[in-house]
Each structure stands twice: as structure tokens, then as C-alpha cells.
């Protein structure tokens, strides 16, 4: 099973024009890019952008209300003609009962299948799969659904890293399609840098959800592992009083980040080999 390393653009803003940043995503010797659907105006020049850099996308996209699954279609469809190896998807609100949740995932399943795109729902903040308890149920009701592990908000959510619901991930191990490779802890999603000592529970903890998706995918006989270090700007980004200075690099953090798990990758693909 192949690694991919994806980069945002979600965190270079202001670092130059997309051109720029597309290259610089290239020359670090990442494999696609991450980020939502470009304005009609910028599509063109988008698609021209990947295919010279001969990277990958990972479109994303974010359903609205009144009518969340025909905002998913149309943005799905839409999707669909750049040609991406995986689409994240914030679905839903955190609000909506559980029974519309499951009927939502359902046409959802049968639109990506019609469709022949994977898609991974996300584990995040404010939309329906927010928290483990929940999620869980939902995947137990939706067969073939596919998640976007970003479990950092699951840390945030519950105020732990997660020792109570090991029922929960393994399920959402199972299902996940795409890897949001960033630390939470229990007070936030985003440590203030996980290269700290401070944080090493933390860091070993994710590392270990993130060795278990890939056991999974190659379980189930997935060709790649797709793993985007999704660490976020100032707001995420712990920042200094008064001054508004972020405390650590963007960059670096996202370099270091799949380094660390490029080689873990590499050394469990070689252990399991031999």
C-alpha cells in the first residue's frame, strides 16, 4: 500500500499567490493538494495548476442548509470533474436529529457510488459526526459510509484523548477512507506544537489511531493511504498575547508532522513485510 501526502492550502494563505503556493507544495515533495472547490472564475487555472504539477486533489466541500443533501449533489457533482482521488465532506450540522443524519448518509452513499467518488465525512466540529457516541451510530446504520478521521476534535469535544470510547474509533478505523493528520488534546484541536516534550502523550496517542487506519486500509485491500497534516492558521494556531504572533511555524509544524509519520509508515510496511 502506497502513502500519499496531501498539503492544505488551508493555513498558506497570504503566502503568496496560488501559483506560488501550488509550487511550493510541489517542490516539498508532496503528492496532491487538499482544499474546497475554486470559484468558477479560478477553475480553469486550478486543473492547469495540479496537472503541471502532476499533484492530486482531495476536493472538499461544506453543505448548507435549508436543504443540506442537495447542497452536498451540487457540490458533489461538481466535484466530480476535477478528477479528485478522495472528497472530504463537512456534512450536516451538529444539530440535526439522528434519524435525518441517517437518512442524509444514506442518499449520500448512493450519490458517491452513482457518482463513483469516495467521499470522507468528517469528523468535525459543529457538523453531524461532532463526537464519537453519535457517530457510531450512524456508521453502524450506513453501511459504506467513509469517514475523514480528524479525531483531534473528538479530544476537543470530549476533553480527553479518548481512553473511554475505544468501541467507537475502532469503528470509525474501520471506515475511515482519509487521514486529517493534526494533535489535539483534550482542551482544544490543535496542540501549540506537537514537536513539544509536553505533548507527547497526546502525539503518541494520534500516531497510534493513524497506525490503526492503515492497518485497516490495507485490510481491506486499499491500493494508498492518503494523509493530509491539517494543522490551521492563527485561530488554531495558538498565537501570543497582545501581539497576535503565531507561537511556532505553520510550515514546519505540517513538514515535521509527515515526517515523523512517513517514517513510522515505512517502518511498520517493513516490519509486516518481513
Known amino acids: 500500500m502506497k502513502l500519499k501526502l496531501i498539503k492544505a492550502l488551508w493555513g498558506m494563505e497570504g503566502t503568496g499567490t496560488l501559483e506560488e503556493q501550488v509550487g511550493r507544495i510541489a517542490f516539498a515533495g508532496y503528492d496532491g493538494v487538499e482544499a474546497p472547490l475554486p470559484a468558477p472564475d479560478d477553475e480553469q487555472r486550478f486543473k492547469e495548476l495540479l496537472a503541471s504539477h502532476k499533484l492530486d486533489y482531495v476536493a472538499m466541500i461544506f453543505t448548507e442548509g435549508p436543504d443540506h443533501y442537495a447542497s452536498f449533489e451540487a457540490q458533489l457533482e461538481r466535484a466530480t470533474s476535477f478528477g479528485p482521488i478522495h472528497v472530504t465532506a463537512h456534512s ?110 497526546e502525539v503518541a496517542r494520534h500516531f497510534d489511531w493513524w497506525n490503526r487506519i492503515a492497518d485497516a486500509r490495507q485490510q481491506a485491500g486499499a491500493s494508498e493511504l492518503t494523509f493530509t497534516p491539517e494543522y490551521g492558521p492563527p485561530g488554531y494556531l495558538h498565537t501570543l498575547p497582545f501581539t497576535n504572533q503565531p507561537v511556532t511555524d505553520l510550515w514546519q509544524v505540517c513538514k515535521w508532522t509527515v515526517e515523523q509519520y512517513r517514517e513510522n509508515f515505512e517502518r511498520t510496511q517493513s516490519v509486516k513485510a518481513t
Open 92 to 201: 450536516l450540522k451538529d444539530y440535526v436529529p439522528l434519524e435525518e443524519q441517517i437518512d442524509y448518509f444514506r442518499r449520500a452513499v448512493q450519490l458517491e457510488q452513482q457518482l463513483g467518488v469516495k467521499v470522507g465525512h468528517e469528523t468535525h466540529r459543529g457538523r453531524a459526526l461532532f463526537n464519537p457516541w453519535d457517530t457510531g451510530k450512524v456508521l453502524n446504520a450506513v453501511p459504506g459510509l467513509g469517514l475523514t478521521a480528524d479525531f483531534s476534535h473528538w479530544c476537543c469535544v470530549t476533553e480527553s484523548t479518548l481512553e473511554h470510547f475505544e468501541s467507537e474509533l475502532d469503528l470509525a478505523i474501520a471506515r475511515t477512507v482519509h487521514i486529517h493528520g493534526r494533535v489535539g488534546y483534550a482542551q482544544g484541536p490543535q496542540v501549540p506544537d506537537p514537536r513539544a516534550p509536553e505533548y507527547a502523550h
